[in-house]
Nanobody, 126 residues
């Protein structure tokens, strides 16, 4: 049974840093693409960053250079490091996964991913 559990959200001041974790179970990270999406109030859910089964990464333009995605296969965990945070980063952040051995991971649509976590809230405010 595939499960994804996010943690690490909270309140951070503008310019601050935060690390989100996505603890996975029921599958191997080297066989799945995993992504982080976020949804702000009144807005559509948008892809933020992803890492494919081979470890290649992809970022949305709005976070490139500020966010870093990584994974620890031994801990079955995918991380999202948020640096130089901005108020517009405020959202619920979701972890998502899909079985994929070869293709680059996608950020264009939430329908690209089959499994989802419950989300963790990030608020950037002074």
């Amino acid at each position: 049974q595939v499960q994804l559990v996010e943690s690490g959200g909270g309140l951070v001041q503008p310019g601050g840093s935060l690390r989100l974790s996505c603890l996975t179970s029921g599958f191997y990270l080297d066989q799945y693409n995993v992504a982080w999406f976020r949804q702000a109030p009144g807005k559509e859910r948008e892809g933020v960053s992803c890492i494919n089964s081979r470890g290649s990464t992809n970022y949305a333009r709005s976070v490139r250079g500020r966010f870093t995605i990584s994974r620890d296969v031994s801990k079955n965990t995918v991380y999202l490091h948020i640096n130089t945070s901005k108020p517009e980063d405020t959202a619920v952040y979701y972890c998502a996964a899909v079985y994929e051995l070869f293709r680059r991971c996608q950020l264009g649509s939430k329908s690209d991913y089959l499994y989802w976590g419950q989300g963790t809230q990030v608020a950037v405010s002074s």
